[in-house]
């Protein structure tokens, strides 16, 4: 049924979360594989909002809108994968460093990884680095993400990771940062594994990592 | 005599009635919305103020805004060291100012930042002092060698000994805010002097747009109106991300957040000299990022600088922002356009006008330079045409009569220094004379001429005994060349 695959992308590429559900039930409902379903109708949807985001067609808002119906498809979706229930992108923790209170990029970039599949788990603003490694520990995720707009909050991007690797945990996930003041050359210094200027490469980065 | 602070208001983009309706909708913003506030010290004196308070949520009725605005000063003192230096923030008097606090900076020529120390503070300063056009310094830096602690007082102190304009920054901590007074106060001779004449004053951006309230800069501010010196309130929501995206729905959010503002100023001390501090920005709506050169945040800063004159509150405001990396075209006209649009406004104290770039990000000495002239032409502008008798130029017509010339006239002798605005920076010579020159862009010319600035303007210092006491009672590190 290729025909309701391609309306599950078109209706969420125009943001319409309650006919993705509607249709995402229909395909259950028809007996589709839901693997197919979320590749085929959710993420397909999804991969041309983010390319048409990238060409300067699409605005934010639509984005977060497109997100939020394929949000609407997962929460359908998700009982009927397999083991764990998720998109299969894994989940990744994400917030503002200690002594931060900026939180709009970081925020953009949240729901921009939402839409792109992964499981978010947002720990907030001015999040010390035991903050982290709780979650990191209760979670497992696959990536962690730092955001800090502050020079002198900077810093503490550094100490998170010192903080990850003497807790053991350094290794088990992939360490993204970002913010106005961090530049690649930063990211590298500090021993992350990555960095994205803004939301949209931070998806491209996120994926990567996890490749 | 202070600085002369020209009359804007020209450029009026709301009408009397457009004004009343933001008023109006900003009244039921307080009203029924209100702000988010979680300090303790500002919820108790908000309840005790009248206001209606559901847990952390603040409810302030259009009777508390009147009673605070009729005790809020129409007329504000930002002293300099020099008395010439003063400024008066009143009506619609226009001044501008450097300002920002980037931790980034770009060096003459440059293409790239480097980390900003506290030398480029004292740098920025001494060239502020320097520039004609510009009437105050708001600390122009954030330096990243001083350990943090110790930055608010450092800040102050490379500024105050490297200009005598009214030196205003962000104090950084109730700590600091406390060092900062404490510094001022030995360099004017007490506190009583200091209050008489206040040569420093604090930036708290204490609200964390839409309506909520942080708490740790809430208590700076609190502590800095406890000592009755002036204070800007600052609030810099993006219009289409933290207040709506029409302009005249990020008016009336900033608008409801400046008086909840001025309510609490007015709450903890009668009287206190508050500019309230509209910072119009927009979100980019492709990408989410900040601006700072958008056109519509001049426009909205002009109609902000409308709103304070409708409630008689001096205003802090930004104009002479840009999104540019370098001091290129797209600086020129985006900081030409919102730096005229605030002064035409009538906005009583623009800063962010000399050397900032990138929006918020970086700060530029040659470029600081560049903004000199851009706030001299907007001067010019604001002065308007001057029609007297002798303006008019009857006799000097008929003197030259028909086929004449006006270039050996006394007319033409006694006006010509006056009328026209002399630029320094841009060239006006011709064409061959420029390529025999070297074809120097604007850039490499302000460049060559901030070097030969800087090496002609010493800086003022503090007076020898007062400067080993403050370097005695303070950390205070070292600026001095290398
Ligand atoms: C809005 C703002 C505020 C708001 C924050 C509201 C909020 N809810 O976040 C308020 C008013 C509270 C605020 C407070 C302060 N601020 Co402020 N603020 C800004 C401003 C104007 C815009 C920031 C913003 O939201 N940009 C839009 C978003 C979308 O962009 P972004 O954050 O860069 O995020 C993008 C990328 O960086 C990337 N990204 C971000 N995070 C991550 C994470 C990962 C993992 C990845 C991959 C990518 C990524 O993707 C994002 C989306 O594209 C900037 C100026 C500027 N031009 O940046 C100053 C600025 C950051 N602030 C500054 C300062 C100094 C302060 C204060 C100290 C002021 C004061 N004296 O009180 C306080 C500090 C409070 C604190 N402890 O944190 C300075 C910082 C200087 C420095 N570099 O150290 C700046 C640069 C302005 C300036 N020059 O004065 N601020």
């Known amino acids: 049924m290729a025909n309701l695959m391609e309306k599950i992308a078109s209706n969420l590429y125009d943001g319409e979360e309650d006919e993705v559900a509607e249709l995402v039930q229909k395909a259950l409902d028809q007996g589709m594989d839901p693997q197919d379903v979320l590749q085929d109708g959710l993420l397909a949807g999804m991969d041309e909002v983010g390319k048409d985001f990238k060409a300067g067609d699409l605005y934010v808002p639509e984005v977060l809108i497109a997100a939020r119906a394929m949000h609407a498809g997962m929460n359908v979706l998700r009982p009927f994968l397999a083991e764990g229930g998720g998109t299969g992108m894994g989940k990744c923790v994400v917030a503002t460093v200690e002594g931060d209170l900026h939180d709009i990029g970081k925020n953009l970039v949240k729901m921009m990884l939402e839409g792109a599949g992964f499981e978010m788990i947002d720990l907030g603003v001015d999040a010390k680095a035991e903050t982290f490694i709780d979650a990191v520990r209760e979670h497992r995720p696959k990536l962690v993400g730092m955001s800090a707009l502050l020079t002198t909050t900077m810093v503490n991007m550094k100490a998170t990771i010192e903080a990850l690797q003497e807790a053991g945990l350094r290794d088990s996930v992939k360490v993204m940062v970002g913010g106005a003041p961090v530049t690649a050359a930063f990211a590298a210094e500090i021993g992350a594994d990555g960095h994205a200027p803004d939301a949209a490469s931070a998806v491209d980065l996120a994926r990567a990592l996890i490749a | ?482």
Request: aromatic fraction near 6%.
């Open chain 2, 1 to 482: 005599m202070a600085r002369a602070g020209l009359e804007g208001g020209q450029y009026q983009p709301l009408t009397q009635a457009q004004i009343e309706d933001i008023h109006a909708a900003s009244l039921k913003v307080l009203a029924e919305t209100g702000v988010h506030v979680e300090n303790e010290r500002a919820l108790a004196l908000y309840r005790a103020g009248g206001a209606q308070v559901d847990g952390s949520r603040v409810l302030i009725s259009a009777a508390m805004v009147e009673a605070a605005l009729a005790s809020t000063p129409a007329r504000v003192l930002l002293a300099g060291r020099d008395p010439q230096q003063d400024v008066v923030l009143e009506g619609r008097r226009v001044y501008a100012g450097t300002g920002g606090s980037p931790t980034m900076v770009l060096d003459p020529g440059a293409d790239t930042l480097r980390p900003a120390t506290l030398r480029d503070v004292a740098d920025m300063a001494r060239l502020a002092d320097a520039l004609a056009h510009c009437d105050f310094v708001v600390v122009p830096i954030h330096p990243t060698d001083v350990p943090e602690a110790d930055v608010p007082v450092n800040r102050f102190y490379a500024c105050l000994s490297n200009t005598t304009k009214h030196v205003m920054g962000g104090v950084g901590s109730v700590e600091g805010a406390r060092a900062v007074i404490e510094a001022a106060e030995m360099v004017v001779g007490g506190p009583d002097a200091l209050r008489a004449r206040p040569i420093v004053s604090a930036i708290t951006s204490w609200m964390v747009s839409p309506l909520h309230l942080d708490t740790g800069v809430t208590d700076i501010l609190l502590t800095w109106c406890e000592q009755g010196l002036p204070v800007a309130l600052s609030s810099a929501p993006m219009a289409g991300s933290t207040s709506p995206v029409t302009l005249a729905g990020t008016l009336v959010q900033l608008n409801a957040e400046q008086l909840s503002g001025v309510v609490l100023t007015q709450l903890v001390r009668p009287g206190t000299p508050v500019l309230a501090g509209y910072i119009p920005g927009v979100a980019d709506m492709r990408t989410g990022g900040y601006l700072g050169g958008a056109i519509e945040f001049g426009m909205m800063q002009a109609a902000a600088a409308q709103m304070a004159h409708f409630y008689c509150v001096p205003i802090y405001g930004s104009g002479g922002m840009t999104d540019a990396k370098l001091p290129d075209a797209q600086a020129g006209y985006e900081k030409m356009a919102t730096l005229m649009l605030a002064a035409m406004g009538g906005c009583n104290y623009i800063h962010h006008a000399f050397g900032m770039l990138t929006n918020m990000n970086a700060a530029s000495l040659e470029q600081a330079l560049i903004d000199n002239e851009v706030v001299g032409m907007a001067a010019r502008v604001l002065r308007g045409v001057e029609v007297t008798e002798a303006s008019l130029a009857a006799e000097a017509i008929a003197r030259v009569g028909p086929g004449g010339h006006y270039l050996m006239d006394d007319h033409t002798l006694r006006f010509m220094r006056s009328e026209f605005f002399y630029p320094a920076v841009a060239d006006r010579q011709n064409r061959a004379t420029w390529e025999a020159q070297g074809k120097q862009d604007t850039r490499a010319r302000a460049v060559a001429q901030v070097a030969r600035l800087l090496e002609r303007h010493t800086a003022p210092g503090l007076p020898q005994a007062v400067d080993e006491a403050v370097r005695h009672r303070f950390r205070i590190h070292t600026f001095d060349a290398t």
